[in-house]
């Protein structure tokens, strides 16, 4: 793995316009990089990340497979009693859910570690499945970069391929919260994978979701809400008023249900202690678990439950070394065992695997300036060159 420097093309403010992105003449695209591009092997991007994130995805539905005797883990997760059944009854039915992010620190030289999996509300999607291919085509055209690179981005295609296969009858609503512009963005662009499915869209704000006399969701023209992708965290939906028509309204929900396990980083400990010792897993335990003083002094405190790397604490040599504002952590925590990100002259990059129904699809790099990914990072493209 190697952070190569590259020349910006020369036409990016037109192909920015073209894909709905904001153009500044000092920074180009905001919070997208293309001064530089990482190269992989072929084999480290199949054996190093892909191969990994099909095991751990295979290790999230045993554990899933184990919640349904053990109610223990909805409850170690902080996920409220009234909802352990509905989420229990998702995985049991196996409802089916469409995309997610496996997060690895990968050097290249060693397994990946996985530091969490945005299971459930994962942004960057466009960049990830299309701007970044883009830039893949048009630097290869401009003599940027070697013509024999290629890139792992098969996530639009498997994302159509999953909306067909799903059996969705009638009307997709979508919904997010409409004042977040990552979410509109990845919301729409979701709806331009579902119409090319052939399906038929309605997308609405989260607030603008009625309920009707029968406890059915109703979106603003009256209509039954029959299946639903919301880019909206379960746990949030959990908390509101709104939650408690969940099992009335016989919604299909996208991301389902069951994605409230995965999507906690509480799944961290838990496959810890189910499958300790694989080389893809970090050490990790729920803070307070007396095991945690088998962690050395170096560890990373998280919340339960947060976005864009809020409420991170990184501690080194028993003293804190970093540490990210925000307003979660009120769950409780996990601390997990400090790797660090490898460092390319003052960047840090993490490494996303993308999962699309349960596949591993493509790769994407967030780029920060410290060792916390957080809303700030830049998208950075990849190249695969032999």
Not at 14 to 20: L, M, V
Not at 236 to 255: C, D, K, N, P, Q
Not at 350 to 364: E, F
Not at 376 to 381: G, L, R
């Amino acid at each position: 793995m190697h952070r190569i420097p590259v020349t910006r093309r020369p036409g990016l403010e037109e192909t920015a316009r073209e894909h709905g992105y904001e153009f500044r003449a000092d920074v180009g695209v905001p919070y997208w990089d293309e001064t530089a591009y990482y190269r992989f092997t072929l084999r480290q991007i199949e054996g190093d990340l892909e191969r990994p994130a099909e095991e751990i995805e295979a290790m999230c539905f045993q554990l899933l497979d184990q919640s349904l005797a053990d109610e223990r883990v909805y409850q170690r997760l902080c996920i409220p009693e009234a909802y352990w059944d509905y989420v229990a009854d998702s995985w049991r039915n196996r409802d089916r859910d469409l995309y997610g992010r496996l997060d690895f620190s990968c050097d290249g030289t060693g397994p990946a570690k996985l530091l969490e999996y945005n299971a459930d509300t994962p942004t960057t999607l466009y960049e990830a499945a299309v701007f970044q291919w883009v830039w893949l085509e048009d630097a290869k055209a401009g003599g940027l970069i070697p013509q024999s690179s290629d890139q792992a981005a098969e996530i639009h295609e498997h994302l159509v391929e999953a909306f067909q296969r799903m059996g969705i009858e009638g009307l997709l609503h979508l919904a997010c919260l409409s004042d977040m512009e990552d979410d509109r963005e990845t919301v729409k662009y979701l709806e331009e994978c579902a119409h090319e499915a052939g399906l038929e869209t309605a997308c609405l704000a989260m607030r603008d979701i009625g309920i009707n006399a029968a406890g059915r969701f109703t979106d603003l023209e009256d209509r039954v809400v029959a299946t639903l992708f919301k880019l909206y965290p379960w746990e949030w939906i959990m908390a509101e008023e709104f939650g408690r028509y969940l099992v009335t309204s016989g919604v299909h929900f996208l991301e389902p249900p069951w994605k409230a396990v995965l999507s906690n980083k509480g799944l961290l400990p838990l496959l810890w202690e189910k499958f300790q010792g694989h080389p893809n897993l970090l050490p990790a335990f729920f803070e307070g678990d007396s095991k945690a003083a088998d962690l050395p002094d170096s560890y990373v405190r998280k919340p339960l439950l947060s976005r864009q790397g809020a409420n991170i604490e990184i501690v080194r040599s028993g003293k804190t070394s970093s540490r990210s504002d925000g307003t979660y952590g009120a769950e409780g925590h996990i601390v997990q065992a400090f790797h660090p990100l490898p460092e390319f002259n003052g960047k840090f990059p993490v490494v996303g695997c993308w999962m699309v129904a349960g596949r591993p699809v493509g790769i994407s790099i967030r780029e920060s300036q410290t060792l916390i990914t957080d809303g700030d990072a830049n998208f950075v493209p990849h190249v695969i060159l032999d």
